[in-house]
């Protein structure tokens, strides 16, 4: 008990405290989506992974209706493989994969740079649980319906693996 407790204490906020704008430069709240499980992806239009952004549609449109939602971040961090606009990615995203879940502005996700969204998702200290810091395009975050991150799934794992449609089913997370 006293581990999860100082785990819990050591947590700064939850996803839900935390604010970015979105592919349109309007600031969203990430808490409008307190209720809902939310994976977080940070996506590249030229990447080998990019199209997984056709299985993040599917599971989007599968399970939107049952308090689910993706929330992408474009990034380029990773070989430059993310280097247009916003609009540019967002034509992109619209026109190849018809993308319809929410998609941020471009942002970084490590270094100095990183985004607070970001520093809270994959460092210990920040979020109490577990370091995570993100390899390449499409690491995807889990964070449940009040705000807590409860997992995460390295880039070549598809969105659509069985570990995560039983979560959101379920509401179980199988390390």
Known sequence: MGLFVSATLAAKGNFHS?????????????????????????????????????????????????????VAFPANNFLSQEPGTDKEIQEFCSR??????????????????????????????????????????FQKFLIDEKGKLIGYLYPTTSPDSEKVTKWIETGVWEE
Request: glycine share 6%; with cysteine; charged share 25%.
């Open 18 to 70: 935390f604010k970015a704008k979105d592919i349109d430069g309007k600031e969203v709240s990430m808490s409008q989506f307190a209720g809902k499980k939310v994976m977080v992806v940070n996506v590249a239009s030229k990447c080998g992974l990019t199209p997984q952004y056709k299985k993040l549609q599917a599971l989007y449109e599968k399970y939107k209706d049952q308090n689910f939602v993706i």
């Open 96 to 137: 190849e994969f018809r993308v319809t879940f929410p998609m941020m502005s471009k942002i970084s996700v490590k270094g100095d740079t990183m985004h607070p969204i970001y520093r809270w998702l994959t460092s210990k200290k920040e979020n109490g649980l577990f370091d995570a810091g993100v390899k390449w395009n």
